[in-house]
C-alpha cells in the first residue's frame, strides 16, 4: 500500500525544498524553497498554496511568540519577515566575513532561542557554524567547522540537540538543559553508505527522530537510542524535510529538491505521508 501523497501544485516543483514548519496559529504549513528563492505555504482550512518570491535564498522561518510575522533564515542572516507589506528588516549577519556562506536549517527551543547553522553555498569545505540566536537577540556561536549544518531538534524533555553535518553523514547530539547547551557534542548516528546523507529532521511525542535522506529517497524513524525503527520509501531520491502538522499534529509532511535531477518525474514535490502512526510536537516560537 502507498504510504504517500504528493501535494499537488500544478507544474510546481521546489528547486530546493526545506524549512517546513506548521504554524497553529494560522492553521497552515509553511516551507522554503531556498534556490528559486521563495516561501510557500499551504492552508488547511481551503487547501490553497501560497508562494512568495523572496529577495535572497531563505533556508527557514519561525514564528514569533509575542509579535506577528515571521523571522527567517536568508543568505544575509538572521532578519524578520513581514508578508503583509513584504518588509524584511535584518536582525543580524552571523558571518559578514563569510559572503558565500548562508544559513541552512533552524528550530527554536521552549525558551524560545533559534538554534541555526550555516554552509557554503558550494557545500565544498567546513566554513559552515552553528548558532543560538537568544530572545534578547543576542548571537552565540555555539560549534564550528560544518560543510552543510543541517536538521536542528529536540528530543521531548529537551535533554538533547541533534544536529547534522551533512557532508559527514553524522548525526550528533548535544547534552541540553534551560536554552543552553551544558556539554560536547558526540556522534549519535553514523549514516551508513547505502542510505544517502542525513538531511532535515524532526522529533515525535515519544521521542523517535525522523530523519530525511538526500540521495537515499527515503525518511527513516530512529529510536531514542539511535536505532533504526523503521523507513518509508519516497519517489524521490533528494528527500530534505520532515515535519508533523495538523490540529492534533498527526499528519507528516516532506520536502523534496528538483535540482540536478531533470529525469525524476517527482523531484522537488511535497509529500504528506499517510498514517505516521505517531504524533508529533507542537512547534516552538522565538521570543524575540
Known sequence: MTRWRI?????????????????????????????????????????????????????????????????????????????????VTPIVDPEPDLPDNRLNDAKADRAGNIWAGTMPLGADRPTGNFYRL?????????????????????????????????????????????????????????????????????VDAEGGLWVAHWGGARVTRFTPEGKVDHAIALPASQITNVCFAGPELDRMFVTSAADGKPGEDHAGALFEIADPGVRGLAPNLYAG
Open 7 to 87: 501535494i499537488e501544485r500544478g507544474n510546481v516543483r521546489d528547486t530546493l525544498g526545506e524549512g517546513l514548519l506548521w504554524s497553529p496559529r494560522e492553521q497552515a504549513l509553511y516551507w522554503t524553497d531556498i534556490l528559486a528563492p521563495a516561501l510557500n505555504r499551504l492552508s488547511f482550512g481551503d487547501g490553497g498554496i501560497a508562494r512568495w518570491p523572496m529577495p535572497e535564498r531563505i533556508g527557514w522561518v519561525i514564528e514569533r511568540r509575542n509579535a506577528p510575522g515571521l523571522i527567517a533564515g536568508f543568505q544575509s542572516g538572521f532578519a524578520e519577515l513581514d508578508l503583509t507589506s513584504m518588509r
Open 134 to 202: 537568544g530572545a534578547d537577540r543576542r548571537l552565540t556561536t555555539v560549534d564550528r567547522g560544518y560543510s552543510v549544518a543541517n536538521g536542528p531538534a529536540f528530543s521531548p524533555d529537551e535533554a538533547w540537540l541533534y544536529h547534522t553535518d551533512t557532508v559527514a553523514g553524522t548525526i550528533y547530539r548535544f547534552p541540553f538543559a534551560d536554552g543552553q547547551v551544558t556539554g560536547a557534542r558526540e556522534a549519535f548516528i553514523r549514516f551508513e553508505a547505502d542510505w544517502g546523507k542525513p538531511d532535515g529532521m524532526c
